[in-house]
């Protein structure tokens, strides 16, 4: 059976989203369904792809989970892996000095649209 189309870009109101919030959504990029989230930290927007460099799983035990307890950073739930919300680096767990991989947000007005990556996610 073949998987219903996603969209290539993917939006949402900037007020939707508080500092510290998250949001999940997929896209379809090079014909392949992609999973990603988008965040709000300190006022800036950032999306990523909800795989973790370390191993390859989601980062997210708990749907939409992806803050640390203090809110200051990004956490992998499967090895503790800890990012930069605003980077993406990691920092901290199995895997310093890799990264997430970037999905670029346009603010328009209040609309934040998030797109697929530039190179193969
Ligand atoms: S898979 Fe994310 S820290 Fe291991």
Redesign the pocket.
């Known amino acids: 059976m073949e998987e219903p189309a996603s969209p290539t870009s993917w939006s949402c109101p900037a007020s939707s989203l508080a500092p510290g919030q998250s949001a999940k959504f997929t896209l379809r990029c090079a014909d392949r369904a992609v999973e990603g989230f988008l965040v709000n930290h300190d006022g800036g927007f950032y999306a990523y792809v909800n795989r973790?460099p370390?191993?390859?799983?989601t980062?997210d035990w708990w749907p939409n989970e992806f803050f640390t307890e203090d809110g200051g950073h990004l956490i992998?739930a499967?090895?503790?892996?800890v990012y930069l919300p605003d980077t993406g680096l990691c920092i901290a767990?199995?895997?310093p000095g890799a990264s997430l991989t970037p999905l670029a947000v346009v603010r328009q007005g209040d609309t934040l649209l998030v797109s697929c990556p530039r190179a193969e996610p």
């Open positions: 973790c370390h191993a390859g799983t980062l992998c499967t090895h503790g892996a767990g199995p895997c």
